[in-house]
């Protein structure tokens, strides 16, 4: 997000030192390991923070769509979508080795999960989403494609996941509006 450290950003938390993320914070590095005792107690705090903000902002999605938009990480603007790849893919393998980051992480995914599948349902009682959906399925899908995406920002100079946006607007309404396929 853009409150991350440019150093962590640019480098990833492993190649990033406390010297380096102290400096841009604009603090000592005692200062530092004062509220962190280690990188991986930091890289928990990011992550958490992240999840916070990204639950927060599909709870207060007025639509479906901007309840997507929040949690497909697709802000109107987004500084820098392969560093913000790259660090969602870095934090994704950490939680492999790292218990403590995949219990953030797998909490995160049901948090902002519920929420979606909640606007999945307030949108089907309102007549915008096909009742037949799933909602938790629903939001599985959305999830995954989220991933997908921050992958790709990361692995490509040229990728901006917010210009995908009117596409994924018409796949996405294509896609929850369509009515079930002939048995």
Known sequence: DDNTPDAIDLQGFHAATIKEIAAEAGTSQGLLYRYFE?????????????????HAAV????TL??????ALWLP??????????ALFVEVMAEALRNERVADVVRTAEVQVGVALADRVQTAQRSGEVAPDLDPDAVAEVLLALGD???????LSDELDPSGL?????VLLTRFLLQAPPPA
């Open 38 to 54: 280690s990188k991986s107690d930091l890289v928990v705090a990011l992550v958490k923070r992240y999840v916070k903000e990204v």
């Open 59 to 62: 709870e207060q999605a007025e």
């Open 65 to 70: 769509g901007q309840a997507v938009e929040a």
């Open 76 to 85: 109107a603007g987004a500084s820098d979508g392969r560093a913000q790849g």
């Open 148 to 154: 997908g995406l921050a992958l790709r920002a990361a």
């Open 165 to 169: 946006r009117p596409t994924l607007d």
